[in-house]
Antibody
Framework: QVQLQESGPGLVKPSGTLSLTCAVSGGSISSNNWWSWVRQPPGRGLEWIGEIFHSGSTNYNPSLKSRVTTSVDKSKNQFSLKLSSVTAADTAVYYC?????????WGQGTTVTVSS | DIVMTQSPDSLAVSLGERATISCKSS????????????LGWYQQKPGQPPKLLIY???TRESGVPDRFSGSGSGTDFTLTISSLQAEDVAIYYCQQYFTTPYTFGQGTRLEI
């Protein structure tokens, strides 16, 4: 059974870059699935950030596209997110997710706070 | 972007009673070539990630109790909990995965 685990700094300074990694276990990142990032600001709803396929193909939310980069490391069976020029509005729980028939596998989420 | 609108925003239902949540999309999420609606329903409890309950608008995910059901097609969808249990208290989201950017409804808070 596929499991996902996010990791990365919990605190990022304003104007800095948020960097997170999602480790995939119990399955291969090279399977026929897209791998997404979703975030949830405190007390608010869910926002899709972007997705990546093992080939390196990507799709991003236009609202964040100018600041988002995703990548895949097949040797480590993981994928990553970088979000640049962060502000307090980027404070959220960040989830990595597998798209299968819907978002069927979610990581536990990692809280990222943007503050000086 | 496809806008997903849920109603109501919050709902209080007695134990054992039926709960119904509506979700409307601003464009159809029905893919004509396979006749599938790219619509999912998720349950989120405090401190937990969302959990997929229903996919293809009406297919129950493995392990989800059969009191949960989904219906609808095109732009109008419904999640029904036939007999509310205490453990069903949560926020419920619909989501379209028909096209990027994938979008979620604002959520419906279900209480007893």
């Amino acid at each position: 059974q596929v499991q996902l685990q996010e990791s990365g700094p919990g605190l990022v300074k304003p104007s800095g870059t948020l960097s997170l990694t999602c480790a995939v276990s119990g399955g291969s990142i090279s399977s026929n699935n897209w791998w997404s990032w979703v975030r949830q600001p405190p007390g608010r709803g869910l926002e899709w950030i972007g997705e990546i396929f093992h080939s390196g193909s990507t799709n991003y939310n236009p609202s964040l596209k100018s600041r988002v980069t995703t990548s895949v490391d097949k040797s480590k069976n993981q994928f990553s997110l970088k979000l640049s020029s962060v502000t307090a509005a980027d404070t959220a729980v960040y989830y990595c997710v597998r798209l299968n028939y819907g978002f069927d596998v979610w990581g536990q989420g990692t809280t990222v706070t943007v503050s000086s | 972007d496809i806008v997903m609108t849920q109603s109501p925003d919050s709902l209080a239902v007695s134990l054992g009673e039926r709960a119904t949540i509506s979700c409307k999309s601003s464009q159809s999420v029905l893919y004509s070539s396979n006749n599938k609606n790219y619509l999912g329903w998720y349950q989120q409890k405090p401190g937990q990630p969302p959990k997929l309950l229903i996919y293809w608008a009406s297919t129950r995910e493995s392990g989800v109790p059969d009191r949960f059901s989904g219906s609808g097609s095109g732009t109008d969808f419904t999640l029904t909990i036939s007999s509310l249990q205490a453990e069903d208290v949560a926020i419920y989201y619909c989501q379209q995965y028909f096209t990027t950017p994938y979008t979620f409804g604002q959520g419906t808070r279900l209480e007893i």
